[in-house]
């Protein structure tokens, strides 16, 4: 049994619905990408999976179901979700978004956690005091991946991090991103416009078109071939 399993799940807006029935996988401590065009349906996959929209069919994590379930609920679980855009909470310091991503924690390492965060990202050690706001993107995506990992998850939904980034930014936060997950053991679903970077960065990938999964493998796989990559991935 995989980490996250999704069966058949549909999800939409009102009466618009974006995704029509996909399946896919994420094995404990496993890295994969979702990829697809605008308005392909990559986030709202993971807006599904964390609750933030109703969705039907089957979603279960670690062997339960999460369907119908809250988003804090989901995240007590041990999903977190770094949406896009970052959603850090721009008139509080860093300090205080980190403390509101361990907010449904109930042990008393939270402060050990945020200094070990601030010394992964020294930028947000040095900037601890500042609002979340005035820094610049990188600095705020790294702040927003920082506060996701303050609940201790086992799967983080990543939703295009490279967004709005400059190229060296986006390196620097994916080669800290891998640094990461490799060395607390963590599962990402990442969504990613930027092919050849989601590939080099995840082991298998998806990809969606128009609401369904239209093709699936490992990333070096899907890398190769010519038909995915010239009509989905544009590289």
């Not at 807006?47 to 979603?59: L, N």
């Not at 042990?107 to 820094?135: K, N």
């Not at 997950?181 to 078109?209: H, I, K, M, P, W």
């Amino acid at each position: 049994m995989s980490l996250l399993e999704v069966r058949g799940l549909r999800a939409g807006y009102g009466i618009v619905e974006v995704l029509f029935g996909i399946d896919l996988d994420v094995d404990a401590g496993e890295l994969v990408v979702v990829l697809g065009a605008n308005g392909s349906g990559k986030t709202t996959t993971l807006r599904a999976i964390s609750g933030m929209i109703a969705g039907r069919g089957e979603v279960t994590f670690d062997g339960s179901a999460l369907i119908g379930r809250r988003p804090d609920q989901i995240v007590g679980a041990g999903i977190a979700h770094v949406p896009q855009g970052r959603g850090t909470i721009n008139d509080l310091t860093v300090l205080e978004n980190l403390r509101i991503g361990a907010w449904t924690r109930r042990d008393g390492d939270v402060d050990t956690d945020i200094e070990q965060w601030c010394t992964t990202f020294p930028r947000l050690g040095e900037r601890r005091d500042q609002a979340a706001g005035s820094m610049s993107g990188g600095e705020q995506q790294m702040l927003a991946i920082a506060r996701a990992f303050m609940s201790r998850p086992r799967l983080l939904l990543l939703d295009e991090p490279s967004l709005g980034l400059a190229p060296l930014v986006t390196a620097e936060v994916f080669a800290r991103l891998r640094e990461i997950t490799t060395s607390t053991g963590t599962a990402v679903l990442l969504v990613e416009q930027n092919a050849n970077l989601a590939l080099d960065f995840a082991g298998r990938a998806y990809v969606l078109e128009a609401g369904e999964i239209v093709a699936a493998g490992p990333a070096s796989q899907l890398r190769h071939d010519e038909t995915v990559r010239k009509a989905y991935l544009g590289i």
